[in-house]
Antibody, heavy 120, light 106 residues
Framework: QLQLQESGPGLVKPSETLSLICSVS??????????WAWIRQPPGKGLEWIGS???????NYNPSLKSRVTLSVDVSRKQFSLKMNSVTAADSAMYFC????????????WGQGTTVTVSS | DIVLTQSPATLSLSPGESVTLSCRAS??????IAWYQQKPGQAPRLVIY???KRATGIPARFSGSGSGTDFTLSISPLESEDFAVYYC?????????FGPGTRVEI
C-alpha cells in the first residue's frame, strides 16, 4: 500500500522560502499514470491545488502561485518537493502531498498533511 | 480556469436521512469530476471519481451522477460517520480546481 509523508519546517519567516518534501513508500513513483501533487488548506478554509509533476519532471502549476512555486522530483530517493518563495502570512496552511492518478481520475492517496505557519 | 460552485454551503441533517449535494462547473468538464470527504483534522478522502464511480472501500450508499457542467453526490442513508465536508474537483483541464465545499452536519 503506497503511502505519502510530508516533512519540513513548521515555521517560516515572512519573505523567506517554504520548503517541503513528500516521501513515498510502499510503491513506485515511476509510472506515467500518475502525477505527484501539492495541495494546501488555510485554517478553516477550502482546498487549493498548488501544482503537480510527473516522475519525469513535467510540471503544472496553479497560475496564481506559479511565479513563486517550484516542484521537483527525485525518483531514486522516492521523494518530491515543494519550494515556495517570498511567503507571507497568507501562505500559512496545512500542506498536503497527494497522488494524482489517471487510473481513477482523482487524488487517490494523500499524506496526513503538515502545518506551515508564516510568522516572524 | 474552471470554477466549481457547490450548493448548499451547509446542510443540517440526521442519521438515516438522504442528502444530495450539488456541484456546478463554469464550463463543461465532461465527466472528469471527483468528490472528496474531509473530516476535521484529516486529509481528504476520494469518494467518487469519473462523476459516478465509487473509489475503493467506499460504501454503496454513496453515489454520483452528472456530466458536462452539473453534478451531484448523493448519500442514502446517512450514517454518523458521513458527517463531514465534501469537495468536488475537476481534472478535465489544468489547473486542477476544487469547489468551496459543502458541510454536512448533524
Amino acid at each position: 500500500q503506497l503511502q505519502l509523508q510530508e516533512s519540513g519546517p513548521g515555521l517560516v519567516k515572512p519573505s523567506e522560502t517554504l520548503s517541503l518534501i513528500c516521501s513515498v513508500s510502499g510503491g513506485s513513483m515511476s509510472s506515467s499514470a500518475y502525477y505527484w501533487a501539492w495541495i494546501r488548506q488555510p485554517p478553516g478554509k477550502g482546498l487549493e491545488w498548488i501544482g503537480s509533476l510527473s516522475y519525469s519532471g513535467t510540471t503544472n502549476y496553479n497560475p496564481s502561485l506559479k511565479s513563486r512555486v517550484t516542484l521537483s522530483v527525485d525518483v531514486s530517493r522516492k521523494q518530491f518537493s515543494l519550494k515556495m518563495n517570498s511567503v507571507t502570512a497568507a501562505d500559512s496552511a496545512m500542506y498536503f502531498c497527494a497522488r494524482d492518478s489517471d487510473w481513477v481520475d482523482g487524488f487517490d492517496i494523500w499524506g496526513q498533511g503538515t502545518t506551515v505557519t508564516v510568522s516572524s | 480556469d474552471i470554477v466549481l460552485t457547490q450548493s448548499p454551503a451547509t446542510l443540517s441533517l440526521s442519521p438515516g436521512e438522504s442528502v444530495t449535494l450539488s456541484c456546478r462547473a463554469s464550463q463543461s468538464v465532461r465527466n472528469d469530476i471527483a468528490w472528496y470527504q474531509q473530516k476535521p483534522g484529516q486529509a481528504p478522502r476520494l469518494v467518487i471519481y469519473d462523476a459516478s464511480k465509487r473509489a475503493t472501500g467506499i460504501p454503496a450508499r454513496f453515489s454520483g451522477s452528472g456530466s458536462g457542467t452539473d453534478f451531484t453526490l448523493s448519500i442514502s442513508p446517512l450514517e454518523s460517520e458521513d458527517f463531514a465536508v465534501y469537495y468536488c474537483q475537476q481534472r478535465s483541464n489544468w489547473p486542477r480546481t476544487f469547489g468551496p465545499g459543502t458541510r454536512v452536519e448533524i
